[in-house]
């Protein structure tokens, strides 16, 4: 079982860049496909990028293509979302998910708790 925890939300202006990390404490982190989420108030949570087991594949929202990019490191168990160019429309909460390979809620098994992320205009 995994536990995942997030960190490295907050504030900034658009325009501006944050890093998003995910730090898994279970034994098999790189037996899953890790994938972030998003949630706006009023608004359902949307996929934003997944990364494969391996790394060696990745795929993202069109809404971030090209300014997100999801990495992992195994070693430290933990995923990262570089974020850059950042829009009003960024802000939500944004979740890490452990599972399988998708797009789908459903394809994760595992969820962390959210960490805010709320770019100012």
């Known amino acids: 079982q995994e536990q995942l925890v997030e960190s490295g939300g907050g504030l900034v202006q658009v325009g501006g860049s944050l890093r998003l990390s995910c730090e898994a404490s279970?034994?098999?982190?790189?037996?899953?496909?890790m994938g972030w989420f998003r949630q706006a108030p009023g608004k359902e949570r949307e996929f934003v990028a997944v990364i494969s087991r391996s790394a060696v594949s990745t795929f993202y929202s069109d809404l971030v293509k090209g300014r997100f990019t999801i990495a992992r490191d195994n070693a430290k168990k933990t995923v990262y979302l570089q974020m850059n160019s950042l829009k009003p429309e960024d802000t939500a909460i944004y979740y890490c998910?452990?599972?399988?390979?998708?797009?789908?809620?459903?394809?994760?098994?595992?969820w962390g708790q959210g960490t805010q992320v709320t770019v100012s205009a």
């Open positions: 279970g034994r098999a982190f790189s037996a899953y496909s």
């Open positions: 998910a452990a599972g399988g390979w998708g797009t789908e809620i459903s394809a994760f098994a595992y």
